[in-house]
Every structure is written in C-alpha cells, then in structure tokens.
C-alpha cells in the first residue's frame, strides 16, 4: 500500500505540472553557414542562447531553449541562473513562486509585464 500511494502521489504532482507550465523548443535551419565555416563546425550565435551546426551543402541547423509558459494564477516567473553562458547552460532557468524565500516581487511583476499582450 505504501508504494502504491507513493506512485500515485508522484503520478499526480507529474500530471499537475504538465497542466500548469508547457515548454517548447526551439530548432530552425538555413542556408549559409558563412565563409569561415565548413561542414561539422559548431558555433553560439552571438545575443542569443543558441547553438548552430554547420552541414554539408553551406545548410546550418540551430537548437535553443524555446519557450516557458507559466499560467498567471500560478504566481511564479522564471528566471535564469546564467544567461550570459554558451547553450544549454544559458538555458538553465529557475522557478520562483509567491512564498519562496527568494521571491522577488519586482522580478515577478517584471516578467508578467513583459509577457502581457495588449
């Protein structure tokens, strides 16, 4: 009985997770992998939390972190514990939600009033 409850409880925190917040990646290809690159190079695009793949033909693919939905009744935000370090480790974000002890209330309504359309 007891693991059965412990399955059951992990099941549920699992399926409440999956309902409140949705992630999604990012890949996307092109043409023109630039003069100084050939086939099986790699790189990080410089501003942005991405990596490229240099293939033959002068066709790249690039892989970054996607998108956080975090739904507004949840009063959470994310933040990033390294932003400024090469993918994925730019990726890497925190959850912080109204009665952690690192809750920051600017922080919070500064990610909301960026995500607010209209």
């Known amino acids: 009985m007891k693991m059965y409850s412990r399955m059951l409880i992990a099941t549920l925190v699992l399926v409440l997770s999956l309902t409140l917040s949705q992630v ?3 890949i ?11 086939d099986g190079d790699k790189w990080y695009p410089s501003g942005q939390c991405a990596k490229c793949y240099c293939h033959e033909g002068d066709v790249y693919s690039c892989f970054s972190c996607g998108i956080i939905y975090l ?12 932003r400024s370090g090469n993918y994925p480790i730019c990726c890497r974000e925190k959850y912080f939600c109204h009665g952690d002890p690192k809750f920051n209330l600017k ?12």
């Open 24 to 26: 999604s990646g990012a």
């Open 28 to 38: 996307w290809r092109g043409k023109g992998c630039g003069a100084d690159r050939k």
């Open 71 to 82: 739904h507004p009744q949840m009063c959470c935000y994310v933040d990033y514990e390294n």
């Open 107 to 118: 922080k919070f309504y500064d990610y909301w009033k960026n995500k607010t359309i209209g």
